[in-house]
């Protein structure tokens, strides 16, 4: 079998005795269920040492790190207790152009209860995408 190709011809077309049927999976199972990295973690988590489970003491740890003032092990616990702090985004009212107010909080500044406001205006007839389509402002 020669391995070139004539001009114009796709050098794939050589392989297509050996593609799947249409409609024919080469994966008919899919990916097996609970083979993957996290299962395997799961259960380690459950797994003890010294009478606690590892998850216990990775709690500990984490506790213990952001009581000594390690910034990550604070932020970790934070997101995980009081949930991750969003963004929020206010639109103007129709006719009158477009403001948008994006406030912001760094993780720091959402512990003081600061924010910082971006305010971006836009003039009545400005171009805009919202989802995938256009629409004046």
């Given at each position: 079998?020669?391995?070139?190709?004539?001009?114009?011809?796709?050098?794939?077309?050589?392989?297509?005795?050996?593609?799947?049927?249409?409609?024919?999976?080469?994966?008919?199972?899919?990916r097996p269920r609970g083979g993957g990295l996290t299962a395997l973690i799961r259960r380690r988590l459950d797994e003890t040492?010294?009478?606690?489970?590892?998850?216990?003491?990775?709690?500990?740890?984490?506790?213990?790190?952001?009581?000594?003032?390690?910034?990550?092990?604070?932020?970790?616990?934070?997101?995980?207790?009081?949930?991750?702090?969003?963004?929020?985004?206010?639109?103007?009212?129709?006719?009158?152009?477009?403001?948008?107010?994006?406030?912001?909080?760094?993780?720091?500044?959402?512990?003081?209860?600061?924010?910082?406001?971006?305010?971006?205006?836009?003039?009545?007839?400005?171009?805009?995408?919202?989802?995938?389509?256009?629409?004046?402002?």
């Amino acid at each position: 079998m020669s391995d070139e190709t004539p001009a114009g011809a796709n050098p794939a077309d050589r392989l297509a005795a050996h593609r799947w049927p249409r409609g024919t999976s080469g994966n008919p199972g899919g990916r097996p269920r609970g083979g993957g990295l996290t299962a395997l973690i799961r259960r380690r988590l459950d797994e003890t040492h010294n009478g606690k489970t590892i998850a216990e003491i990775l709690v500990d740890a984490l506790i213990k790190g952001a009581a000594q003032g390690k910034h990550q092990h604070l932020k970790e616990l934070l997101d995980r207790v009081e949930g991750k702090v969003a963004d929020r985004v206010q639109v103007g009212e129709p006719g009158e152009g477009l403001v948008i107010n994006v406030v912001r909080r760094s993780d720091a500044a959402a512990r003081a209860g600061a924010e910082r406001t971006e305010r971006v205006e836009l003039p009545p007839g400005s171009k805009v995408v919202v989802g995938e389509c256009w629409e004046t402002a």
